[in-house]
């Protein structure tokens, strides 16, 4: 992964050029799946989200400060699990 000057860099590029997803026989489904997957990966879903509405950036720490709270005990829960505490 690089850095998030790169990923931009790298998604304004496919943007420009366009995403194509190629199918073999045919193979409408799987062309799909490919599209589907390639989408989630380079977070486009994410970004138009994102961009639907103005979030206050005291919201988005609040929220990434909860995310990372909700991760730890989710570690914290797994790790006593595994040790049978």
Not at 5 to 13: G, N, V
Not at 32 to 49: D, L, N, P, S
Request: charged share 40%; net charge positive.
């Amino acid at each position: 992964m690089g850095n998030k000057h790169s990923q931009s860099f790298a998604r304004d590029e496919l943007r420009k050029k366009g995403m194509q997803v190629y199918t073999k026989n045919g193979d409408v489904s799987g062309a799909i799946r490919k599209f589907k997957k390639r989408v989630q990966e380079e977070g486009v879903v994410q970004e138009f989200r994102q961009r639907k509405e103005f979030i206050k950036p005291s919201q988005i720490r609040k929220r990434e400060k909860a995310a990372g709270r909700a991760r730890h005990l989710k570690k914290l829960k797994k790790d006593l699990t595994q040790r049978g505490f």
